[in-house]
């Protein structure tokens, strides 16, 4: 198990260069990007309106597609940006670099101050093109609103898709079978966003509702005057009061998958020979059931449980996240899609990419410590 974790996690460097170098490379073939912002920006703030925008392209044309900027105005622009660097140097910032800062400093001293490495490997993204702070200190700002959203869909989704797969493979075929199969379903063929709509529409602030009970936006009511002086439970009852819609709509979509995959796996270990072995034994139905059949058919749910996490993390987030006005993660990268701010787009790129590279790792672990006949080494050997 040691060696297998060992290659895997040297497998994960690959994996993630991969990654970043075919971003890297889609980024530079995209159209547009800060500059473009810049004049656009420019543009938005009235400093070019009607013919006046006419007059600064054409003004940006002749001044070689410096957007009506003044060439020195031009050339800090894009050493802000880092476009005055040749193309090789960008792309090894992307990974590591080092420049020295002091020019008559040692070079073992220069090796050995931090501030003169850069890269996404170091975990030194940079700075936000157009927020002027730091990437990584704005992907911890962002990331507990998802993992908040991630993290009670799943505990939401999973016990009781488990206890309903069960209690379907159980009732097969009777009238509780059938009624739950057409309200999973339905549920199911309705997307997230369209359910978050609707919620809105009905529960939601505007004048059209008909009951105000969706928050505005926020997972709390922290701007409201006097929120530091509730009380803890008023506090919990508020934060659940305001994340109960996100979930369920994030919920829905997964809900039907995961209640199926239990039922069948549940009917597939009923149908082996084992089970009518201990029922031939004279066991009762409730201890072949719970000792026996469970065991078994819930290893593909237990092993499962990292990656579905991080596929209702990842999944869906981002027009949830949009609707209710939840500052998040996903909301975060498609700004920054948006905006080509660049540093972000892969400093959040990196972080997704590392946290599903850890989960997959964590998974295949499940597998070994719930079923003991599995084995990597013996599989190597």
């Not at 998958?257 to 149908?271: D, G, M, P, Q, Y």
């Amino acid at each position: 198990m040691t060696g297998y974790i060992f290659r895997r996690l040297l497998l994960m460097v690959p994996t993630i260069l991969g990654i970043l170098t075919i971003t890297f490379i889609i980024i530079q073939l995209l159209p547009g990007g800060p500059l473009d912002q810049v004049r656009q920006m420019l543009r938005q703030s009235g400093k070019g309106e009607g013919a006046e925008a006419v007059a600064s392209d054409q003004a940006g044309e002749r001044q070689g597609g410096n957007f009506g900027l003044a060439p020195e105005d031009y050339e800090k622009l894009k050493e802000v940006y880092n476009l005055d660097r040749p193309l090789h140097e960008r792309f090894l910032r992307t990974f590591v670099w080092f420049s020295k800062g002091d020019s008559e400093a040692p070079l073992h001293k220069a090796l050995l101050n931090w501030d003169n490495w850069d890269g996404m490997l170091l975990f030194k993204f940079g700075n936000s093109f157009y927020q002027n702070r730091d990437v990584l200190q704005l992907i911890k700002d962002k990331l507990p609103v998802s993992v908040t959203l991630g993290f009670w869909s799943f505990i939401l989704t999973y016990p009781a898709c488990i206890v309903m797969g069960i209690s379907k493979a159980v009732k097969e075929g009777t009238h509780f079978d059938t009624a739950t199969s057409v309200l999973i379903l339905l549920g199911y063929s309705i997307p997230g966003f369209v359910l978050a709509v609707l919620l809105l529409v009905l529960f939601g602030p505007g004048d059209a509702a008909i009951a105000h009970l969706i928050p505005l936006s926020g997972l709390t009511s922290s701007g409201v005057p006097g929120y530091e002086e509730w009380s803890m439970m008023r506090k919990i009852l508020d934060y659940l009061h305001h994340i109960i819609a996100p979930v369920i709509c994030l919920s829905i979509g997964s809900f039907a998958v995961l209640t199926i995959l239990a039922k069948n796996s549940v009917l597939e270990e009923v149908r082996k020979q084992y089970v009518v072995t201990a029922r031939a034994k004279g066991l009762s139905e409730r201890r072949v059931l719970f000792r026996h059949i469970l065991r078994n058919s819930l290893i593909p749910l237990v092993t499962g449980f990292p990656a579905r996490f991080v596929a209702i993390f990842l999944t869906g987030a981002l027009l949830i996240e949009r609707i209710f006005n939840l500052d998040g993660i996903g909301l975060l990268g498609y700004n920054s899609v948006m905006q080509h701010d660049y540093p972000v787009v892969m400093g959040n790129l990196f972080i997704m990419t590392l946290i599903t590279l850890f989960l997959r790792l964590l998974t295949d672990i499940c597998y070994v410590i719930v079923d003991p006949r599995i084995s990597f080494e013996k599989t190597q050997a």
